[in-house]
T-cell receptor
């Protein structure tokens, strides 16, 4: 049982390049999330998808776009990467977006923008 | 003001000791609360939910004080394997808000 799978695990980009981070879950969860984690800060929500076919902005959406491709997959795209987007990115999922549902995380994508 | 604030530590304790730490949250409308554990920048993993009446899970005890808007975690009989960063997490309007974490190091 893989849980939440993220690809790639590591990536180095040059400023201005674009890329898509992939996330897939096999737990039949309805809700999926993208976070970034920077040193000394808590995880910050970038975008989330409460259910298939819906996406909403989180706390720090600027510079990112997302696609909920189907129930399993939720991708995060950087259209024009900037050094400020150097971070560790985590994808997560939960059964549904209610107050008492914990989230299950992938093992992260470490992204460096030069 | 951050929505969730934690003492970053580190808390350095010997094996077998008890260690406790708090986090505070700013939004009184927060709906649910969790402690997550994160090892060496790996993915966060749910440690336990925090219930209004307080709850235990083995050596771990969590307390919630809604009036003062803080959550606590106590670890008894610390093990080397408890060394990690503990993230306080608050659910606000169905979205999780994370503290920056409290680092605990258990030494032999």
């Amino acid at each position: 049982n893989a849980g939440v799978t993220q690809t790639p695990k590591f990536q180095v980009l040059k400023t201005g390049q674009s890329m898509t981070l992939q996330c897939a879950q096999d737990m039949n969860h309805n809700s999926m999330y993208w976070y970034r984690q920077d040193p000394g800060m808590g995880l910050r929500l970038i975008y989330y998808s409460a259910s298939e076919g819906t996406t909403d902005k989180g706390e720090v959406p600027n510079g990112y776009n997302v696609s909920r491709l189907n129930k399993r997959e939720f991708s995060l795209r950087l259209e024009s990467a900037a050094p400020s987007q150097t971070s560790v990115y985590f994808c997560a999922s939960s059964d549904r977006i209610t107050s008492n549902q914990p989230q299950h995380f992938g093992d992260g994508t470490r992204l460096s923008i030069l | 003001r951050k929505e969730v604030e934690q003492d970053p530590g580190p808390f350095n304790v010997p094996e077998g000791a008890t260690v406790a730490f708090n986090c505070t949250y700013s939004n009184s409308a927060s709906q649910s609360f969790f402690w997550y554990r994160q090892d060496c920048r790996k993915e966060p993993k749910l440690l336990m939910s925090v219930y209004s009446s307080g709850n235990e899970d083995g050596r771990f005890t969590a307390q919630l004080n809604r009036a003062s808007q803080y959550i606590s975690l106590l670890i008894r009989d610390s093990k080397l394997s408890d060394s990690a960063t503990y993230l306080c997490v608050v659910n606000i309007d169905y979205k999780l808000s994370f503290g920056a974490g409290t680092t605990v190091t258990v030494r032999a």
